[in-house]
């Protein structure tokens, strides 16, 4: 498919160059605000898994700091969430170095979120089809739901988008970010800062 094999790389390229340009002035503020506010560490990076399975470094803005109790454990993502870190967060900005990732080819602006590498061992055959393109920084289970549908609706949508990829699907997606990101929706589950892990579920099931 000519859209899927080449057009979409150079979309990707042309327009993740073009945010980056666009949004530099927030970027910076954004960089400067996280740097005091995170002991000079205003980016984060992690492993994921990309299009096929490939592990690649994500870059993220750094929301939350690293205090931990009296045993050397992390404090709850509650407590660690700093005041700029839940703007960064509300707003999605956070998901902006992501282009440095698209840029690189190992993202796409549209495709499945790239997730944890623990949670690979997790997968049925079905949900491990998202990795079959290359993950987005956004996609259509973000437009639908986001962090407030079960993991499970997460991978249908997931695998939903696989398998109808299209251009227009992608212009869909975009559009529906923008409403997403205007109106702050979907960012946690409901009473929670960040979703529960994927891999935390299956082990209490174990």
Not at 110 to 118: A, E, F, H, Y
Not at 165 to 180: A, C, M
Not at 185 to 201: C, H, N
Request: aromatic share 12%; glycine share 6%.
């Amino acid at each position: 498919m000519l859209y899927t094999n080449y057009l979409k790389r150079l979309f990707d390229f042309t327009a993740a160059v073009i945010g980056l340009l666009i949004l530099s002035p927030v970027l910076l503020i954004v960089v400067i605000l996280l740097y005091f506010a995170n002991n000079g560490k205003p980016f984060f990076t992690q492993l994921r898994p990309g299009k096929n399975g490939v592990i690649f470094k994500i870059i993220k803005f750094k929301t939350m700091n690293d205090k931990k109790d009296a045993h050397g454990k992390l404090l709850p993502d509650a407590v660690r969430l700093t005041k700029i870190g839940s703007f960064v967060r509300k707003t999605s900005l956070d998901e902006i170095p992501q282009l440095f990732n698209v840029i690189k080819g190992d993202m796409s602006l549209i495709g499945p979120r790239p997730l944890l590498p623990s949670y690979l061992e997790y997968y049925t055959p079905f949900q491990n089809r998202r990795h079959e393109v290359k993950p987005g920084i956004t996609g259509w289970a973000q437009v639908n739901g986001r962090n407030t549908i079960s993991w499970d609706q997460k991978f249908e949508y997931d695998v939903w988008y696989v398998d109808h990829l299209s251009f227009l699907l992608d212009v869909k997606i975009i559009i529906k970010t923008i409403e997403k990101v205007v109106r702050a929706s979907g960012i946690s589950p409901e009473d929670q800062v960040t979703m529960p892990r994927f891999d935390d579920l299956h082990k209490k099931n174990i």
